[in-house]
């Protein structure tokens, strides 16, 4: 869970959500989920947050039936597709969320 100053404080990292949720033409619930496991997974380090808002994406449309290659996210998101690959089932986890086996 995060507080509403969360969202004040990571306006930036939520308007990149939104642009690369543009990009990869994502659905409303996709784009809401990826912002809410963001706010609650957020790292201290800018070089983290941008890690950590592609693998949000990657698993918010996944979660929403919107799903995406890992490559298609990275490449929007501006990160290596290794970086989702490495984070993606942990976020998931974290989200109370049990990882595919696939």
């Keep these: 869970m995060y507080r509403a100053s969360d969202?004040?404080?990571n306006e930036r990292w939520l308007a990149d959500i939104n642009e690369i949720g543009d990009r990869l033409d994502l659905?409303?619930?996709?784009?809401s989920r990826a912002a809410d496991l963001?706010?609650?997974t957020v790292p201290d380090?800018?070089?983290s947050k941008r890690a950590t808002m592609a693998a949000s994406i990657y698993v918010?449309?996944?979660i929403a039936s919107d799903r995406r290659s890992?490559?298609?996210v990275a490449e929007a998101a501006g990160v290596a597709r290794l970086t989702v690959q490495q984070r993606w089932k942990d976020l998931l986890e974290e989200a109370g969320l049990d990882a595919p086996d696939w």
């Design 60 to 62: 918010g449309a996944l």
């Design 45 to 47: 380090t800018d070089r």
């Design 27 to 31: 659905d409303e619930a996709a784009r």
């Design 70 to 72: 890992q490559g298609e």
């Design 38 to 40: 963001f706010l609650s």
């Design 7 to 9: 969202e004040v404080e």
